[in-house]
Structure formats: structure tokens, C-alpha cells
């Protein structure tokens, strides 16, 4: 509500026909009733997981496989803004230990391969007639939207 201190208190809330009091300035200085309600509430979840496996091939000599993922999604209700990623990484080790008399012998061979998807929707729309109740997409007098994947 950072509006309220910048908020005039001369001006009243409300227009005598009851709509909102928008005051037109060049700061774009807004109704701190519109604040409240020009919100875009929004939900979303995650996954973050990774399990591996590891193997005594003979003595000194292991194999590591480890797979990661990272999903998450969310979607936000008066933008209608919806997003959804996932990374994937897969890494395989196989490391070699000895020890040879005075010698510390160590080598490890690896690889790794990661993919990552980003998807997201988006809708808007402005100049919407009623800030409580006329606020769908539908109700706006000017919409867009894009998608990128």
C-alpha cells in the first residue's frame, strides 16, 4: 500500500456517481482502494528430487549414475498468466582409486546431460468498467496475449 502516503487527503475515495476517484496526474499516482484490488493473486508448485546409484565394479573401481529434476509451475489469476519449466540433468562417474606401494593413484572419468523446457501463456487485459466485480478478460476494453515455449 505504498500509495497511501503520496495519496492526497483532500481527494475523496469516491466520485459523487459512487465509481472510484481516479485522479489523472502526470505521476500516475493511483486510489490506494485500486491498489488493494489490482492485485494478481496466483498460485503455483515444485518438484526438486534426485536419486542416484552406485556401483562396486571390482575393487577401486566405481560407476556413479545420479539423475536431478526441477519442475515448477504457476499461474496467475488476473493476468491469466500461466508458466511451467523442468530441468533434467543426468551425470554418470566412474572413478578409479589405488594405492601402489608410496602411490596414490586417482581418476575420474564423467559425463553430464541436462535439458531444460520453458513454456509460458500469457493474457491481459486493461481499462477494465468496474475494479470489484468487471475484472475477467472479458470484461476489458482492451486485451493481448502471447506464448513463448
Given at each position: 500500500?505504498?500509495?497511501?502516503?503520496?495519496?492526497?487527503?483532500?481527494?475523496?475515495?469516491?466520485?459523487?456517481?459512487?465509481?472510484?476517484?481516479?485522479?489523472?496526474?502526470?505521476?500516475i499516482l493511483e486510489n490506494p482502494y485500486i491498489t488493494y484490488y489490482n492485485r494478481n493473486d496466483?498460485?503455483?508448485?515444485?518438484?526438486?528430487?534426485?536419486?542416484?546409484v552406485?556401483?562396486?565394479?571390482?575393487?577401486?573401481?566405481?560407476f556413479r549414475s545420479a539423475g536431478t529434476i526441477n519442475s515448477a509451475n504457476s499461474t496467475a489469476d488476473r493476468s491469466l498468466t500461466s508458466s511451467e519449466y523442468s530441468t533434467k540433468v543426468w551425470d554418470n562417474t566412474l572413478n578409479y582409486a589405488a594405492v601402489l606401494g608410496d602411490h596414490d593413484i586417482v581418476a575420474v572419468v564423467g559425463q553430464s546431460i541436462e535439458e531444460y523446457d520453458f513454456k509460458t501463456q500469457?493474457?491481459?487485459?486493461s481499462g477494465f468498467p468496474d475494479e470489484e466485480v468487471l475484472i475477467n478478460i472479458g470484461s476489458a476494453s482492451s486485451v493481448g496475449g502471447d506464448s513463448d515455449q
Open positions: 500500500m505504498t500509495s497511501i502516503p503520496r495519496f492526497r487527503p483532500d481527494f475523496e475515495a469516491y466520485n459523487p456517481d459512487g465509481s472510484i476517484n481516479i485522479i489523472p496526474t502526470s505521476t496466483g498460485e503455483g508448485t515444485n518438484l526438486n528430487g534426485t536419486a542416484y552406485e556401483i562396486d565394479i571390482v575393487s577401486g573401481l566405481k500469457s493474457a491481459y487485459g
